[in-house]
């Protein structure tokens, strides 16, 4: 295949895929996909779980695991939430990012941008990508009722060090949540019901700087997204995401 036959495949490949008619939109389908990437901490994980069958409601919801949270976390109670695995494309195929079982040691080398492991890669890029991520704070805060049970001789100083590590997340855009609240400030973050609905085979700059700052944008699964309309959404807070 020379070069001129294969531009005219790749032509008659997008004028195809902008001709395509977009599924209908239902309740089920319209939600943002979320990845809920658990880490072995074990204070709030009853709480959590409880939080993620409600968040059910506001995304769809796949998983991934750290080694530590295989060894440490009730596999079968995991299961029985019926999420999704999910293997490749953890960044680019998700909306948001959900860790319900935050560690003090993830929460330490992402605040210090320590990339060393899958989970600490993750949730860096998801913050880079400018993508939401939520996270339950039980197993990190020192003031949490969870953290002081089980520690209540903790020194001030080894305290406060976690808040500061709290601190960086909430400074990269982290939002910060207790297990009991998760689901909560998942739908926030998720603009559960507010999406605007958007059926541009195209989505340009012009098309995001028409939206209010903040706002999240629901495009076609297969909408063509510019990278003017990608910077564009970051620079204003814009949230997209793609039906399924």
């Given at each position: 295949?020379?070069?001129?036959?294969?531009?005219?495949?790749?032509?008659?490949?997008?004028?195809?895929?902008?001709?395509?008619?977009?599924r209908?939109e239902?309740?089920?389908?319209?939600?943002?996909?979320?990845?809920?990437?658990?880490s072995?901490?074990?204070?709030g994980?009853?709480?959590?779980?409880?939080?993620?069958?409600?968040?059910?409601?506001?995304?769809?919801?796949?998983?991934?695991q750290?080694?530590?949270?295989?060894r440490?976390?009730?596999?079968?109670?995991?299961?029985?939430?019926?999420?999704?695995?999910?293997?490749?494309?953890?960044?680019?195929?998700?909306?948001?990012l959900?860790v319900?079982?935050?560690?003090?040691?993830?929460a330490?080398?992402?605040a210090?941008?320590?990339?060393?492991?899958?989970?600490?890669?993750?949730?860096?890029?998801?913050?880079?990508?400018n993508?939401?991520?939520?996270?339950a704070?039980?197993?990190?805060?020192?003031d949490?009722?969870?953290?002081?049970?089980?520690?209540?001789?903790?020194?001030?100083?080894?305290?406060a060090?976690?808040?500061?590590n709290?601190a960086?997340?909430?400074s990269?855009?982290?939002?910060?949540?207790?297990?009991?609240?998760?689901?909560?400030v998942?739908?926030?973050?998720?603009?559960?019901?507010?999406?605007?609905h958007?059926?541009?085979?195209?989505?340009t700059?012009?098309v995001?700087?028409s939206?209010?700052?903040?706002?999240?944008?629901?495009?076609?699964?297969?909408?063509?997204?510019?990278?003017?309309?990608?910077?564009?959404?970051?620079s204003?807070?814009?949230?997209?995401?793609r039906?399924?």
């Open positions: 295949m020379n070069e001129k036959q294969l531009r005219e495949l790749i032509t008659r490949i997008v004028r195809e895929m902008l001709a395509e008619q977009p209908q239902t309740p089920a389908t319209g939600k943002p996909n979320a990845l809920v990437l658990f072995g901490a074990l204070l994980f009853d709480a959590a779980l409880e939080s993620l069958k409600r968040a059910a409601e506001h995304v769809n919801l796949d998983w991934r750290t080694t530590s949270a295989s440490v976390l009730d596999q079968e109670r995991i299961a029985a939430l019926g999420m999704t695995p999910a293997e490749e494309s953890l960044v680019q195929a998700h909306d948001l959900v319900p079982t935050l560690t003090a040691n993830l330490a080398k992402v210090h941008g320590i990339g060393d492991c899958l989970a600490s890669n993750v949730v860096a890029e998801f913050i880079m990508s993508k939401p991520v939520v996270v704070t039980n197993g990190v805060c020192p949490s009722a969870d953290k002081r049970g089980w520690f209540p001789q903790m020194p001030s100083g080894y305290a060090m976690l808040r500061e709290l960086a997340l909430k990269f855009g982290v939002h910060l949540a207790t297990a009991e609240t998760l689901d909560r998942v739908g926030e973050v998720a603009g559960a019901g507010d999406a605007v958007c059926t541009a085979r195209v989505v700059e012009s995001i700087r939206l209010a700052p903040g706002s999240r944008l629901s495009v076609h699964r297969r909408a063509i997204i510019t990278d003017l309309a990608r910077d564009a959404a970051a204003s807070g814009v949230t997209i995401t039906r399924s």
